[in-house]
Every structure is written in C-alpha cells, then in structure tokens.
C-alpha cells in the first residue's frame, strides 16, 4: 500500500514538473509577440521574471531561448552594449543543445552588428560575422541560411570598404556571387556602389595633393571592378 502511494506521489510530482516546464515554455513563445509589436521593455520585464526558473532548468534549447529573447529584446530596444553578453550565452546553449537554429545564427550577426552601432569596433564585428559565416556550413543548406551568408558578407565588405581596404572588400562582392540568395544581387551592386565611392575619393585627395601617380593605381582599380 506505502509502495503504491509512493509511485502516486512521484505521478503527481512528474505531471507538475511537466506542466511548469509546459507553461513557460509556452510563456517564452508568447514573448515574440511582444517583440514584433515593439514592446521591448515589456519584453524583458515578463523575461527577468521567469529568469531563475528558466536558467536552472535542464532543458539547454530552453536556456538558449530565454537568452536570445532578451538578447534580441535589449538589441531592438538600442541597448547595444548589454546584448552582447547575453547573445553569446545564447548561441553557446544553442550548440549545447544540438539545435542549430534560425536564433542561432542570428546570435552571430546581431553581435556583428552590436559592436558596429557601439561605435569604432570594427574588428570585433567582422571577427563575429566571420563566425556567423563559418557556422552557417554547419547548418542544413536552405533559403534562410543561403541569405544570412549574403548579409555577412555584404556587412564584411561594406566594413572593409569604408576603411579603403579595396582589395579586401572586393574579395567580398567576388563572393556573393556564388551565394544564392534573393538579396545577393541587391548586396552586389549596393557593396559595388560603396567601394567605388571611396576609391574615387581616395583619387580625387591623391590628385588634389598632387600625387597624380597614387590617384592613377585607385582609377585602375575601379577599372578593373
């Protein structure tokens, strides 16, 4: 009889324990409604009060979820700097977890794209968007995937650009022609638009400085484009 109350006992305690876990799993999926409705404070208001019970949870896929969604919630809400952290723990239960996501990828880029809107952080970006782009091969090969590698890559050459790094950015528009994505075309001729412009910049100052043999290298270059 104490045997059988017992095994009752333990029923009741698994079916609690399976409906918490239920609940705020469901809880963390509602979350993206707020997030596409722009309520970010909110946001992680509902998420700071259900931290505890999610990170001392088992369940690594839930883990990461619950710091992605604050993650992307303080990225959106312009808080750039209090992100990172979070969007780094993110995508390390991610691969925990064995579950290589949409989320997960978008942890690399969105830190990418963080330390830029910091502001002079250039290395850090392209050394987390060349992370991105190597995990991605990890990734089953589908159209989500196929774009994230074009906006990489456009981001990397876009940074290299903009610092008269010709060479390097146009390494970067040779790539995306071998992406297949819907934006590729689009990041193409945009990238191509931005190394001209400082190429002919950097001509223009040579020529005004007199440095007519320098400002002849950068016309060929944009040439040769």
Known sequence: MIRWFIVFIMLILCININAQKHNIEHFIINIDSLIENKKYCLAIKMLDEIESECISSNNNRLIASFYFKKAISL????????CIPLFEKAYNFFEKSKDLNTEYLECFTN???????????????????????????SMEENSFVYDKRATIIYNIGKIYAENE???MSIECLNELNYITSQYSQTYIEALLDV???????????????????????????????
């Open 111 to 137: 830190i990418g794209n963080a330390y830029l809107e910091i502001g002079y952080n250039e290395s850090n970006a392209i050394k987390f968007y060349r992370k991105g782009l190597i995990k991605s091969f």
């Open 75 to 82: 990225y959106l809400s312009q808080s750039y700097r209090e």
């Open 195 to 225: 190394i001209i412009e400082k190429l002919s910049h950097s001509a223009l100052t040579l020529n005004m400085n007199s440095q007519f043999v320098d400002s002849v290298l950068y016309y060929d270059q944009i040439l040769e484009i």
């Open 165 to 167: 790094e010709p060479y």
